[in-house]
Structures are given as structure tokens and as C-alpha cells.
């Protein structure tokens, strides 16, 4: 069979294109309920306003002990803390080309299934932003709320959410895992699926895992990188129902249609833009790590040192165990 930009035709009988190629990329990690959608970041960003940064203040908690009276002593004052997260903002683009002659050879409209398909293209691109903030954020702020494994046990979760949690383990609420830890602990029946009745009474299992009364999310995006003697890091996450704070940005122009009717004999492009902020609570992006050119690649949000916890200025920073993330780096 030849092919023409990329499309394959039989020039002698062409069978008419009536199949997608399923999509290999699960984007579960999106769409866990791990975001929440946040109005005041909306109104930070406003379309059209210049910069792509901006800090958001938070008030603390009342602090200190009370003074006890004995009718000689002052009461002291106490005050609420301040702190503040930098928020950044997020804008791609991208644009897809089709020309008019694979039109000719295969009566067939690519450019329909580029816009079919346009959602879920977008929905992968946030979700790869998504790992990138979790891998800087955990290279540095969050270092010490990995917990390392060089196997996998059914009560790993304590040691992650209670150790790291402590009293306030009941945060986290998701867990996001590679299916080789899946896998694992799939054996000892450790995760658990949750069943249902189909129409007719059965009793059939759902897609949805539990561990340790956590939703599990099996995803091969999940980080894997290179160990030693030919073993790979694995690392699982566990984070809260409302980990992000999340808000769509308008752009001017998010959708449009380019025309060139010389080049390739004439083509046609479909650009896309999108714009959205993804704020990891308790979790800060310094405005020092923003560049020059106010682009934010993955690279930069996956830089260790661009990331730190939440704090006062004055070396008071938010009890880690109320940042809803953490996780396990298994060894295997």
C-alpha cells in the first residue's frame, strides 16, 4: 500500500477511513478529582492583561500560647501569619496541517477527526504539565515526603500517608501508580475493585480500585526512571481531592482555521491555544524561575529549584503534612 503524507491509500481500491487508532495515553490523572476549579485565580489572569505570574496571599492560623492571669500580668498581642504562592500561568499552542490532495486520493476529510480529536489532544498536553509541576515539586520542596521502597508491600500506603500525614493521613484521598506496582500488588490482592449489578443482578467488577481506602488510578504515565543493576524507580503519588487549583484562561483567539491554497498544492491548518493555571497547594513557583521570554516549558516546571513550599518570608512555612501530596519511590 503507498502513502501520502502519511496516509495510507491503495491507488487501485481505496477502503474509506472508518477507524481511529485507539489512543494509548489513559489521561486518568486529570481526571481523578484532584482539581478544583479556583474563581480567584480566573480573575488574576484576565484575558489580554499583561504577565503570566501572579501571588496569591493566605492567611494563616492563630498561634501561641495563651498567658495565664494573675491579676499582675499583661496579656500579650498575637497576629495571623500572611503567606504567599506564586501562581504561573500556562500557554500552548499548537497547530495540525492537512493538504488538499490526501482529499483526492482517499475522499476523506482528515481535518474533521483533527477537530474530533482536538479535546482529548489538549486533555494530554495538561495532564503533562500536571507530571511536570509533580516532578519538580517533589525534587526539592517536597523531597522529604517521598518515602523510598525497594519492594512492594499491601501496607506501603501506611508508611506514605500516615508517615508522611501523620494525624492528618486522612488528606489524601487518590492514589496514582504504574501497572508494574499495580501489578504487584494485584498479587496479594491488596487493591481491591469495587463491584456493581448490571442489568440483569450480576455482580461484576468496575475499573475503579481501592487501597487502603484510597481510589487507586493505574497509569503508565506515571514516572519511571533508571536505577541501578538494571532496576527502574517507580514512583506512586498520593495526593488530595483538591491537590490543584485549577481555572481555564481565555485566549484571544483559542480555535481558528488557516488557508494556504499555493503550498503542497493547497492545505489547510487547524491552530489551537490553550491556556490554563495549575497551582499545586501549598506549593510555590518563585518568580525568579520565570525567563525572559515568560515561557513556561515542562522543562522549567520540572526544574527542582524552581519550586518551594509555601512560607511567610520569614522562614515560616506551611506544615507539610497539610500539603496534600506525597509519595513512594519504589526501587524494583
Known amino acids: 500500500m503507498k502513502q501520502f503524507d502519511l496516509k495510507n491509500w491503495n491507488a487501485e481500491v481505496f477502503l474509506a477511513y472508518t477507524r481511529a487508532i485507539a489512543d494509548p495515553v489513559k489521561t486518568s490523572l486529570i481526571e481523578a478529582g484532584v482539581f478544583y476549579y479556583d474563581e480567584e485565580l480566573a480573575q488574576k489572569f484576565p484575558a489580554q492583561v499583561g504577565g503570566n505570574y501572579a501571588v496569591r496571599p493566605i492567611t494563616g492560623l492563630l498561634s501561641g500560647d495563651a498567658i495565664d492571669l494573675d491579676g499582675a500580668t499583661n496579656i500579650d498581642d498575637g497576629s495571623l501569619n500572611t503567606y504567599a504562592q506564586g501562581i504561573v500561568a500556562l500557554h ?186 495549575l497551582a499545586p497547594e501549598g506549593v510555590s513557583f518563585k518568580a525568579s524561575a520565570i525567563s525572559s521570554t515568560n515561557k513556561v516549558t515542562n522543562a522549567l516546571l520540572e526544574t527542582a529549584g524552581n519550586w518551594e513550599v509555601v512560607n511567610d518570608g520569614n522562614g515560616h512555612a506551611v506544615d507539610k503534612k497539610n500539603i496534600p501530596f506525597c509519595a513512594i519511590d519504589y526501587t524494583l
Open 92 to 277: 500552548m499552542g499548537k497547530s495540525f496541517t492537512e493538504k488538499d490532495f490526501t482529499y483526492d486520493l482517499t475522499g476523506k476529510d482528515f481535518m474533521v477527526q483533527v477537530a474530533e480529536q482536538l479535546q482529548r489532544y489538549w486533555q494530554k498536553q495538561e495532564q503533562k504539565k500536571m507530571l511536570s509541576i509533580l516532578k519538580g515539586i517533589f525534587g526539592s520542596a517536597l523531597a522529604s515526603s517521598i518515602v523510598a521502597k525497594t519492594s512492594v508491600a499491601s501496607t506501603d500506603i501506611i508508611d506514605a500517608v500516615r508517615g508522611i500525614g501523620g494525624d492528618n493521613a486522612d488528606l489524601f484521598k487518590v492514589v496514582f501508580m504504574h501497572s508494574v506496582v499495580a501489578k504487584e500488588l494485584e498479587k496479594t490482592n491488596a487493591i481491591t475493585y469495587l463491584m456493581y449489578n448490571d442489568a440483569n443482578g450480576i455482580q461484576r467488577p468496575t475499573n475503579i480500585a481501592v487501597w487502603g481506602g484510597r481510589v487507586v488510578i493505574v497509569n503508565d504515565q506515571c514516572p519511571v526512571a533508571d536505577a541501578e543493576d538494571s532496576k527502574h524507580t517507580y514512583r506512586t503519588y498520593f495526593l488530595g481531592e483538591r491537590a490543584f487549583a485549577y481555572t481555564p484562561l481565555a485566549e484571544l483567539v483559542p480555535v481558528e482555521m488557516s488557508r494556504d491554497a499555493k503550498t503542497n498544492g493547497g492545505q489547510t491548518s487547524l491552530v489551537s491555544r490553550d491556556g490554563l493555571v
